[in-house]
């Protein structure tokens, strides 16, 4: 809808109806002058898709994303994408019992400092990989409590990819699960002091290439 609006400043959406909406997936996309936006009052009972959705927003340093509901969205990949000016995010509202792929979703957001997704249910994602990918200002993350209980192979593959603030990261959640590449999953974690790893199956690793490197 608003692809490549990249002079873009400020929406107001008043009595936009969303209700019927199925994809909002690049809604947003390359919008690099906008700095705020407000979604709250957006329908997302049938949205399937957010992938890509504020992808390359890069002046943009709040978003309301209060939705109403998440419960039917598959996709949340590269939702955030570089999104660098990104100081804060509130998702304490997203239900993700239904996303399959998160897959770069925050990947570039180099702003944040703090983020709590602990509220994700993430037992249908099986793309994990390049989720935190130089995400360098973060220094408290609040990852998912939920428990993975599928046997799908799951990759992770530069999931906290060059996180250099990070002092603790515990992964507990994703214990007993099949993973496949693991490359330069913790690449560059240079102030990391406390990693706490689940029991992982590994017999299904093709790559576990750099990834412990520089990890101080």
């Not at 107001?12 to 019927?20: K, M, P």
């Not at 570089?82 to 570039?108: A, H, I, P, Q, W």
């Amino acid at each position: 809808l608003f692809y490549n609006s990249n002079k873009l400043k400020s929406v107001n959406f008043g009595e936009f109806d969303t209700s019927q909406v199925t994809l909002m997936s690049f809604m947003f996309y390359y919008c690099s002058s906008l700095e705020s936006l407000n979604i709250s009052l957006f329908d997302t009972n049938k949205v399937e898709s957010f992938r890509g959705m504020f992808c390359s927003c890069s002046k943009l340093n709040s978003i309301n994303l209060f939705v109403s509901n998440t419960k039917r969205v598959k996709e949340m990949n590269s939702m955030f994408y570089n999104c660098k000016n990104l100081r804060s995010l509130d998702l304490t509202k997203f239900d993700t019992s239904s996303v399959e792929n998160m897959k770069e979703m925050f990947y570039g957001c180099s702003s944040l400092e703090y983020l709590n997704i602990s509220n994700f249910n993430i037992s249908s994602v099986i793309f994990f990989n390049s989720i935190f990918y130089d995400c360098y200002s973060l220094e408290n993350l609040l990852l998912p409590i939920f428990n993975m209980n599928h046997n799908y192979i799951i990759t992770i593959k530069s999931m906290f990819y060059n996180c250099s603030s990070l002092n603790t990261i515990n992964i507990t959640s994703f214990s007993d699960i099949n993973v496949d590449y693991m490359d330069y999953m913790f690449y560059n974690n240079k102030n990391l002091k406390i990693l706490i790893l689940p029991h992982f199956y590994t017999w299904w690793v093709n790559s576990m290439e750099a990834m412990f490197y520089h990890c101080e």
